[in-house]
């Protein structure tokens, strides 16, 4: 009876020794025992790695309360090495959501888990025993941290952001400014595998949601972006046309700076290059006009893109006095319509004119015979700017070439019948519709004709009736001829 007690106390005293022994060699003090030799190294594929793990850092770590067998499973720590082949840490088998988290990187996500290893994967980002969590400011990934980080792959990116107003913000303490995480995880680059007119309109959604829809972004550019989406390139977005401009096609994706800066792309003498680099045709014509010449000299008085056509389509009318249009006799709604209230702006101050030897709009056109049905029929541009093709109306032209004489526009084959003619016919359509555009059109001076159209029906309508009374002439003449 004694020997059986003896034998199964002997059992009992193995199995709890040896299951302890087995329990510390999977301890993080029993792997440390080795591991915290700054020593200890091997070689992999010619390289030396080492494989020191430092305490401290590790008990940092948000995983200090993981053993490291949880994550280096199956490893056998009496046995060198501790496994045969050796797999990189799946993180995916505690981070499940790895791929919702990080949409920025979509070809990391797609990767986790999988056979061999991507530039951007958990570790190079994280690191290994010494991950942080991005909430705590000594984190990599603290959001004022994040230009460095992603810069260490993003080198050029990160080097244009670093001269951001955003970037610039950010130093201040400005917790409203988007970082590269706030943006990028939003579906606004190439690498989300969406249409590219998608995309544009994302990257447009995502400036606006800050700029014009978030109240605590103290922004003062809110005013200027209300109808946006009603402009030219707005309304060409969301129609799917993505040849159309957004924020960043004018303002840069990460080097966003103000137009003061003297290499900010909406920098009053870089907007006609800007500009240019979609209106081609527009911008040859303005830049060897006298604006143009003006501005590539630096001129702050030379008007530019923006000056007329505005910037996010809200640009408010420029307060002109009414004692202009009593002197000149033209009617502000005209100018308005017409899209001359700029030119008024400018050519109607006295100092600025004075500044540069020329008249005021009024005194300019002293000569002009009958100045108010001109102002109504004939735009600033008809006369001021130069007629080579293409004929856009941006070349404007200096004093001494602009047209003067009567018959250069009142003549049957003038060269401004061409342009008056066109402009007329537009705004006649548009505030009459088509057919009364057509019928009640004012597009005429002396010696054009009302209307193309109209002109050719009329031919075509005086040829049939003398065709009509031709051949009714011809057939009494042979019927008569026949009766005898």
């Known amino acids: 009876m004694k020997m059986r007690l003896v034998k199964f106390i002997t059992v009992i005293f193995f199995t709890i020794f040896f299951s302890a022994a087995k329990t510390f060699s999977q301890s993080n003090d029993a792997c440390l025992e080795c591991h915290s030799d700054p020593a200890i190294t091997m070689d992999k594929n010619g390289k030396t790695i080492s494989l020191t793990v430092k305490k401290f850092v590790l008990a940092r770590s948000p995983h200090a309360k993981l053993k490291c067998v949880d994550c280096h499973e199956k490893f056998d720590a009496d046995a060198v090495p501790h496994k045969e082949k050796i797999e990189p840490i799946n993180c995916i088998n505690c981070h499940k959501n790895v791929a919702e988290r990080h949409p920025y990187h979509p070809t990391m996500a797609k990767n986790i888990g999988k056979p061999g290893e991507v530039t951007a994967n958990c570790k190079n980002c994280h690191g290994k025993h010494d991950v942080v969590s991005p909430k705590n400011p000594s984190s990599r990934f603290y959001r004022t941290k994040l230009t460095v980080s992603c810069g260490a792959c993003h080198k050029e990116e990160a080097d244009e952001q670093a001269k951001s107003e955003h970037h610039f913000a950010e130093s201040k303490k400005n917790e409203t400014v988007p970082t590269c995480i706030y943006c990028h995880s939003k579906a606004v680059t190439k690498g989300y595998d969406l249409p590219e007119a998608q995309l544009k309109l994302n990257q447009e959604r995502l400036c606006l949601d800050c700029h014009l829809n978030n109240p605590n972004v103290k922004s003062t550019f809110a005013k200027t972006l209300v109808k946006y989406e009603s402009s030219v390139h707005g309304s060409a977005i969301l129609k799917g046309k993505k040849e159309a401009a957004t924020c960043i096609d004018c303002h840069g994706a990460h080097n966003l700076q103000k137009a003061e800066a003297a290499e900010s792309k909406i920098n009053q003498f870089n907007v006609p290059k800007l500009c240019g680099k979609c209106h081609v045709s527009i911008s040859m014509e303005y830049t060897s006009s006298i604006h143009g010449t003006a501005l ?23 307060d002109v006095p009414p004692r202009v249009f009593e ?13 001359m209230v700029f030119c008024i702006a400018c050519h109607a101050d006295e100092k ?14 002293d000569w002009l015979p009958n100045k108010a049905s001109h102002w109504e029929t004939v ?5 001021h700017s130069s007629y080579a093709p293409p004929n856009l109306s941006h070349n404007i032209l200096p004093p001494e070439k602009t047209i003067k004489k009567c018959e250069e526009c009142h003549t049957q084959n003038s060269v401004l019948m061409a342009k008056l003619y066109k402009h007329e016919k537009q705004t006649s359509r548009e505030k009459f519709g088509w057919i009364n555009g057509v019928l009640l059109s004012n597009a005429y001076v002396v010696g054009s004709t009302r209307n193309v159209l109209l002109e050719t029906m009329s031919i075509v309508i005086a040829a049939l009736v003398m065709f009509g009374a031709g051949f009714h002439g011809l057939l009494r003449w042979y019927f008569k001829r026949g009766g005898k």
């Open 296 to 318: 590539m000299k630096y001129n702050p008085d030379a008007p530019g893109c923006t000056y007329c056509h505005g910037e996010h389509d809200i640009k408010p009318l420029p």
């Open 379 to 383: 735009r600033c541009v008809d006369c």
């Open 327 to 339: 002197e000149s006799h033209i009617k502000h709604s005209t100018v308005v319509r017409n899209k």
């Open 352 to 365: 600025l004119m004075k500044k540069y030897k020329l008249n005021t709009v009024a005194k300019a056109h």
